[in-house]
Structure formats: C-alpha cells, structure tokens
C-alpha cells in the first residue's frame, strides 16, 4: 500500500510542481508558451486524475493504520493532536484536503476558460487566453505548494 502511495504521490505531485513552474517561468525559457503548456497540462489531466485517485484512499488508509497500528478495518478518521507526530500528520491531511478543493476548483472553474478559448487547435482570443493562464499558474502554483508542503509535514513526522 506504501508503495501505491509514494508512486502516486511522485506523479500527481511532480506533474504539478513541473506545470506549475512551466507556466510560472514560460516568458523566460525560449520556445515555452501558454498555449503549449496548458495543452499538454490537459492532455496530461488522466494522468494527473489517477494518480490523485490512487493517492488519496492509500494516504487515508495508512492514515488511520498508521495512528491505529493493530486495528481491523473499518475504523474512523481521527485527526489527533496530542503528539508532535500526530499533529503533524493531521495538519497534512488537513493541507491534502484544502489542496484536493483548490484541484477541483483548478479543474472546473480556472481551466475551464482555457478549453473553450482552445477550440479545434485554434486559440480564439489571444489576450483573454493568456489571462486564463495566468490565472492557472497561480492556482497551480498553489496546488503545487500544498501538495510539497503536505509531503514534508508527512517527511518529518517519518512517514
């Protein structure tokens, strides 16, 4: 199961952390555009959506094992916060959690905009499309943040 979670982990949150700085930096590095990046950002999203789909039942699993060593499942999803540790990997869990609905809110409501300005190959409005992408740098950016800082909560707890 920890090997689940750490390969899922490794893709949902390198894809995120290399978009992300793709599209932070693309009016630095020759040859990188908006248009490019965010095509291959979408044509990556099953990617993306199925390592977050392996990701988050393995890290909920070893979550409550990982606080209940010996329990039989089911067994009920404590944040606990009475050790350094346990603090820690709740306040990860609590991070995944806000990260998991800036995603959905990246997919339905930032992204969106970009699908239909891209239509059959064809950016409509120029302008308007670097706007949207500016506005899915930032967001990814943030995901990409949560996620890492989520991870390293995760690290020093010794998980």
């Given at each position: 199961m920890?090997?689940?979670n750490v390969?899922?982990?490794?893709?949902?949150?390198?894809?995120?952390?290399?978009?992300?700085?793709?599209l932070?930096?693309r009016a630095?590095?020759?040859?990188v555009?908006s248009v490019?990046v965010l095509?291959?950002y979408?044509?990556?999203g099953?990617?993306?959506?199925?390592?977050?789909g392996?990701?988050?039942?393995?890290?909920?699993?070893?979550h409550?094992?990982?606080?209940?060593?010996?329990i039989?499942?089911?067994?009920s999803l404590?944040?606990?916060w009475?050790?350094?540790?346990?603090s820690?990997l709740?306040?990860?869990?609590?991070?995944?959690f806000v990260g998991w609905?800036?995603?959905?809110?990246l997919?339905i409501?930032?992204?969106d905009?970009?699908?239909?300005?891209?239509?059959?190959?064809a950016?409509?409005?120029?302008?308007?499309y670097?706007t949207?992408?500016?506005?899915?740098?930032?967001?990814?950016?943030?995901?990409a943040?949560?996620?890492?800082?989520?991870?390293?909560l995760?690290?020093?707890?010794?998980?």
């Amino acid at each position: 199961m920890h090997a689940v979670n750490v390969v899922a982990a490794t893709v949902h949150g390198g894809a995120l952390l290399i978009f992300a700085l793709l599209l932070l930096f693309r009016a630095a590095i020759p040859h990188v555009g908006s248009v490019g990046v965010l095509r291959v950002y979408r044509s990556f999203g099953a990617g993306i959506g199925l390592s977050l789909g392996a990701f988050i039942p393995t890290e909920l699993y070893l979550h409550v094992v990982g606080q209940n060593p010996g329990i039989s499942l089911p067994a009920s999803l404590a944040l606990r916060w009475d050790t350094t540790e346990h603090s820690m990997l709740s306040a990860r869990l609590a991070l995944l959690f806000v990260g998991w609905i800036s995603y959905v809110h990246l997919e339905i409501w930032t992204l969106d905009p970009a699908r239909t300005l891209d239509k059959d190959g064809a950016v409509v409005d120029a302008a308007a499309y670097e706007t949207t992408a500016g506005r899915v740098s930032w967001q990814l950016a943030l995901n990409a943040a949560l996620f890492t800082a989520a991870i390293v909560l995760g690290t020093l707890a010794g998980r």
